[in-house]
């Protein structure tokens, strides 16, 4: 059964502090992971998909990489409005596989 | 172009009545899915549309729960004989098409409320 993990549950930053996100997975064969921002009351919104391990992706303030057994979403010098809950997932290889495995997400809240 | 909409957003019931929660997807987009987000868990899967096909159920949990899905756009989750677990955020999602699952996009879901 495909499983994903996130740590830390929570994570209060003061503005301008960098922070990483882990996401650890257990996949039977990983076609893709996926990392997704969701603000209250509100869908989750793509980030990035990373393939294969060594992989790295970058958005403004964040940067997602891949190795075989999870991934990190590193912050760089966060502001305010980061603040959201960060959700990881997974979707297994083979055919006919297009369903996704999220963990429960990292809240992180930026303090001014 | 327009996202994914849902509707209601907000939705109070009593126990033992049945609901009926819509989805509209992005336009063009054949692929539809349907989650579940119980307060502080993850977003559990419950069915996937192809077109107006669902290949796979496997996630609904119960016989309470069916869903459909009519000219390759609109789907319509149903929960019938409503129980207090069912209280969730009910998400609804698209994608161009499966190949891309993890590219999806979700509309802002529906906020079930049994009591």
């Known amino acids: 059964e495909d499983q994903v993990t996130q740590s830390p549950e929570a994570l209060r930053l003061q503005e301008g502090e960098s922070s990483s996100l882990n996401c650890s997975y257990t996949v039977s064969g990983l076609r893709g992971l996926f990392w997704y921002r969701q603000d209250p009351g509100k869908g989750p919104e793509f980030l990035f998909t990373l393939y294969s391990a060594g992989e790295e992706k970058e958005k403004e303030r964040l940067k997602a990489t891949l190795t075989k057994k999870e991934s990190f979403l590193h912050i760089t010098a966060p502001k305010p409005e980061d603040s959201a809950t960060y959700l990881c997932a997974v979707q297994a290889s083979g055919a006919g596989s297009y369903q996704l495995t999220f963990g429960k997400g990292t809240k992180l809240s930026v303090i001014p | 172009g327009a996202g994914v909409s849902q509707s209601p957003s907000n939705k109070v019931t009593e126990k033992g009545k049945d609901v009926e929660l819509r989805c509209d997807p992005i336009?063009?987009?054949?692929?539809l899915y349907w989650y579940r987000q119980r307060l502080g868990q993850g977003l559990e899967f419950l069915i996937y549309?192809?077109?107006?096909?669902?290949?796979?159920k496997s996630g609904l949990p119960s016989d309470r729960f069916s869903a459909e899905r009519t000219g390759g756009s609109v789907s319509t989750l149903t929960i019938q004989r409503t129980q207090q677990e069912d209280s969730a955020v009910y998400l609804c999602a698209s994608s161009l098409r499966p190949g891309l699952a993890g590219r999806q996009f979700f509309g802002p879901g529906t906020r079930l409320t049994v009591l």
């Open positions: 336009s063009g987009h054949t692929a």
């Open positions: 549309f192809q077109g107006n096909s669902a290949p796979d």
